[in-house]
């Protein structure tokens, strides 16, 4: 089982970027999907995730408002829209998939992928 997480970048303060979360050969459907970050010298932290139904979405305090967490079941992939970017938000973000319920616990996660980088800089 292989995610591939993209659509990191390099973008100015109050920018926007959407990372995706992929996979082939392996069907998302019936997984939770969560959304990470990890800064240089800090703790992996849960950012957002959503059910394997779709209807249930979580948000760290610190991007709720400004991020957007959605799936794509036909093209088996999830979404996470980021708007008004802060340099805080400067991190490599991980996709992640569990067969349980939402988790903002990076160990609960059963499957990761290798990381988009997401720098906000002017």
């Known amino acids: 089982v292989q995610l591939q997480a993209s659509g990191g970048g390099l973008v100015q303060p109050g920018g926007s970027l959407r990372l995706s979360c992929a996979s082939s050969?392996?069907?998302?459907?019936?997984?939770?999907i969560g959304w990470f970050r990890q800064a240089p010298g800090k703790e992996r932290e849960g950012v957002s995730c959503?059910?394997?139904?779709?209807?249930?979405?979580y948000y760290a305090d610190s991007v709720k408002g400004r991020f957007t967490i959605s799936r794509d079941y036909a093209k088996n992939t999830v979404y996470l829209q980021m708007n008004s970017l802060k340099p805080e938000d400067t991190a490599v973000y991980y996709c992640?998939?569990?067969?349980?319920?939402?988790?903002?616990?990076?160990?609960?996660?059963?499957?990761w992928g290798q990381g988009t980088q997401v720098t906000v800089s002017s």
């Open positions: 050969g392996f069907t998302l459907d019936y997984y939770a």
């Open positions: 959503i059910s394997s139904s779709g209807g249930t979405t």
């Open positions: 992640a998939a569990r067969s349980h319920p939402c988790s903002y616990g990076p160990d609960e996660y059963d499957y």
